[in-house]
């Protein structure tokens, strides 16, 4: 069972992602996760509390559902490997519309509220590094720096057509697509 | 002399990219356009359409600044107007910050608000078709649907890192060394 904070925090996501950040009112929250907001102001103090917790849980969402594996299909290749975890996020399932609707409207407030920068340039980092990892390991010789180059250019284009996808703008068959091309051509720089 | 409507949509994107479009009230537009609400009623019907001209507005704004260049300067190449073209999103001024911020603002909220889609999609468009006859001129034996990819692609990533910097992740310089090698990276891969 979820505990109490958890379930504050899935709430949070849940109206963030409908409604925008600007829209995220205590009452609300409360409501929607079904607990007093006296609770929610035990738990994370303020509502810039809850905003911080709400990007950190929305990261560490992310990072289960794109390495999540069929623990009796055969292990991927690093680049099986790298390739899942990026376009993972590029699925039209409740869960990542929902956590990326939420992370792009926390990403868009943050450049007016100085609040959120901190942990949103935290989880930015625990993601690029974590797909300099992959790709490390897809191209065992390449220089550190490219590898982190690679893995920002990577992870920012996912935001970008994230947005688009969930915007309207483009399909989502044809973001992962143009993903999917964004990390040959990446793993072949590198490869050079 | 700017236009009566011209006057409005500059103080309307100021608006968007000091609070947000949630942040945007009529009355308040008025007080920073330094005209009524009945005009601003009167050229743009509702608060709808105050923002779906706005979003053209914007778009036709980037469209001039990214392609303003120096009468007496040496023409540019093909390779150098691409680039330039790119990378006069990302510079410090208060101009591209405030029409970027906007731009950024109004592409979240299509996630909530289906009435900027349809204009969000047509100015994404001409912004990606601009980008494939430049990357077209850079490489002119490239396919049509490979120039278009690219150009997906360029003008998403530039979204992508456009929201990191206006958001405090990454600093502008970076943002164009990133920038700058996936255009050589897109342009090896046309030229293959």
Known sequence: MASRSTQILEAAARVIARRGVRGLRVEE??????????????????????????????????????????PDA????????????????????????????????????????????????RATLVWVQEVAGLLGRVCPTAPAAALAASAERLTALLEGLSMRWLSGTLRVSRARTLMSEAIDSEADQLRN
Chains 1, 2 share one sequence.
């Open 29 to 70: 929250l409360a409501a929607e996760a079904n607990v007093s907001t006296a609770l929610i102001y035990y738990h994370f103090e303020d509502r810039s509390g809850i905003l911080r917790h709400t990007l950190e849980f929305i990261s560490d969402r992310a990072g289960r559902y794109t390495t999540r594996r069929d």
């Open 74 to 121: 055969e292990p991927l290749s690093p680049r099986e490997e790298l390739e899942q975890t990026l376009l993972l996020e590029l699925q039209d399932t409740t869960e990542v519309r929902e956590n990326s609707s939420a992370w792009g409207e926390l990403r868009a407030s943050a450049v007016f509220d100085d609040n959120l920068r901190e942990e949103l340039a």
